[in-house]
């Protein structure tokens, strides 16, 4: 399977997982930490959908985005390897 694609889903799975399967724990961390606030929000308290989606939805989106960036770098690399 494409590395992109693995890391874009374990990234929709969960904010930082794309970024641990591209080795990159520290910005995985990140990530969490960024959307942690807004999983809390959206368990525990009566707030709107829109608002919700718009919280959480933005920075997973960016870590997904980011982890289908930083895999097609890697493989372009590896292939030189």
Known sequence: MNERIIAVLL????????????????????????????MLLAGFTDASLSMVLLVCGVPGVWAAWDAYTVAGRRAFYRAFE
């Open 11 to 38: 990234s929709f799975a969960f904010p930082d997982l794309g970024q641990f399967y591209n080795r990159q724990p520290a910005k995985g961390l990140w990530f969490l930490v960024l959307q942690l606030p807004a």
